[in-house]
């Protein structure tokens, strides 16, 4: 029904207008609409040429569109698979360093094994060092009143379980995962609206508060240590972790992972925050000895990214930072890079697609897919950038951004729909 009355609008709307012209004037139509501001940049890379630009060269708060950069300095430093821990073996003990793999135990992605396998087997004594980590748990710009939900995982050198603690409620019955913070749970005797479960701001402390509307599972962030860590590696690997304050040897060796589009995937399908994060914290540790996301972005600016039209403003690997600004056209230059260093059918699989998958399963929707990219979305924000198939054949590269709006965004991302709609059916 959706096509059905898409085609009709395409129909009237080519009488006595221009494709070009048509969309040029609904973009702006919906920015005074909305009372919003709006960049919007479509480019065709055979030709070489912008087809449609407006205030592409603005900076607009990205949200997840972050994750495109983060996207692209994975591709280029971390080769096939993902490194979890650097160590050395010194006598009888084996010491070890996180090297930020966000894949250890964590139930949202693949996990091979390796590391746990590595670690449990060993017949050294375990060390764990967390010099390399010099970084905050949480990054430049996060909503602080973020911290109890799953989006806002912390950052650490070594996750464990996605440093989620995820909770069932079977009648009267709870589970944790991981067992270890059944040890801080405990109930509120008086109710505080719906029913919940929190976390205290500085500790691990998990309150349960009974309520009228029933949940039956939570997912929470919890409070990084690296007591915490070590415990958790202990009570996982059911052997003594200990800890150790050694710097990180020039002669250290790696234990690798998952392979690297299982987390790609995983980040751009699902936008998935912590991984983005851990992602460019393992950049950081391909091109030096210390986890911490400026040297990747430093890194990767001066690298990779010297011919974007506009300098990014950089600062988290997620998007969840109200500092990050890049500009639509700067973003299809990008992908633009990115889609001549990486074949079709390696990255479209990666990326989330109209009707099919991702954060825009239910969006776009077409016989077949015609969006693959990315989303971005926090209050009043809300970008997709990508690519658009064209029924003539056509792979052509866009970016709309959007920022200060008050309306839903479902009316949004219903008006920006009928934009590439059109695009996929008249160019």
Same mark, same amino acid.
């Given at each position: 029904? $959706? #096509? ?43 030709? &070489?040429?912008?087809?449609?630009? *407006?205030?592409?060269?603005?900076? /607009? ?50 996990? @091979?094994?390796?590391?746990?396998? /590595? ?56 589970? /944790? ?7 801080? /749970? ?27 509307? $029933? ?44 392979? #690297? ?11 998935? @925050? ?17 986890? $911490? ?28 930072? =109200?500092? @990050? ?7 299809? &230059? ?11 059918? =390696? ?19 077409? @016989? ?13 924000? *809300? ?7 064209? $029924? &003539? ?35």
């Amino acid at each position: 029904m $959706r #096509i059905i009355v898409y085609c009709c609008i395409l129909f009237l709307a080519g009488f006595g207008c221009s494709p070009k012209r048509y969309i040029t004037k609904e973009v702006i139509r919906l920015e005074r609409e909305l009372k919003e501001h709006t960049g919007f940049l479509l480019y065709d890379p055979v030709s &070489k040429k912008n087809l449609i630009e *407006h205030q592409s060269d603005r900076y /607009f708060t990205p949200a997840s569109n972050t994750k495109i950069f983060t996207f692209y300095t994975s591709l280029k430093l971390l080769g096939d698979s993902a490194v979890s821990i650097k160590y050395i073996q010194k006598g009888d003990s084996l010491i070890f360093w996180g090297a930020g793999d966000a894949s250890f135990l964590y139930a949202n992605v693949f996990d @091979n094994r390796r590391l746990f396998d /590595f670690l449990s087997t060993a017949p050294e004594k375990l060390f764990f060092s967390t010099s390399n980590f010099q970084t905050e748990s949480m990054g430049p710009g996060w909503a602080w009143d973020d911290y109890p939900y799953y989006y806002s995982a912390e950052r650490s050198p070594l996750p464990v379980y996605g440093n989620l603690v995820n909770i069932k409620k079977d009648a009267d019955r709870f589970s /944790f995962k991981p067992s270890y913070f059944q040890l801080h /749970f405990a109930a509120a005797s008086e109710p505080r609206g719906d029913e919940n479960i929190l976390r205290d701001i500085n500790s691990n402390q998990l309150i349960y508060y009974p309520g009228k509307k $029933r949940r039956t599972s939570w997912s929470i962030p919890f409070r990084y240590s690296d007591d915490l860590v070590a415990d958790l590696l202990s009570d996982t690997l059911k052997r003594k972790v200990e800890l150790i304050n050694m710097p990180l040897p020039p002669e250290s060796k790696i234990v690798r992972s998952v392979p #690297i589009d299982s987390l790609l995937r995983v980040m751009m399908h699902d936008s998935d @925050n912590f991984i983005a994060e851990q992602l460019l914290l393992q950049c950081a540790a391909m091109v030096s000895d210390t986890l $911490r996301p400026e040297i990747a972005i430093a890194y990767a600016k001066k690298n990779f990214l010297a011919d974007m039209p506009d300098e990014p403003q950089w600062v988290d690997g997620s998007g969840l930072s =109200r500092y @990050n600004l890049f500009t639509p056209r700067s973003i299809v &230059k990008l992908w633009e890079k990115i889609y001549q260093e990486v074949p079709r059918q =390696r990255l479209f699989p990666l990326l989330a697609t109209g009707g099919k998958s991702g954060t825009i399963k239910n969006s776009y929707k077409a @016989n077949e897919p015609y969006v693959y990219g990315k989303t971005g979305t926090l209050s009043n924000t *809300h970008a997709l950038s990508g690519y658009v198939l064209t $029924r &003539k054949g056509r792979v052509l590269i866009f970016s709309m951004m959007n920022n200060n709006y008050l309306v839903p965004t479902s009316e949004l991302r219903k008006r920006m729909e009928k934009i590439l709609y059109y695009i996929h059916e008249r160019f």
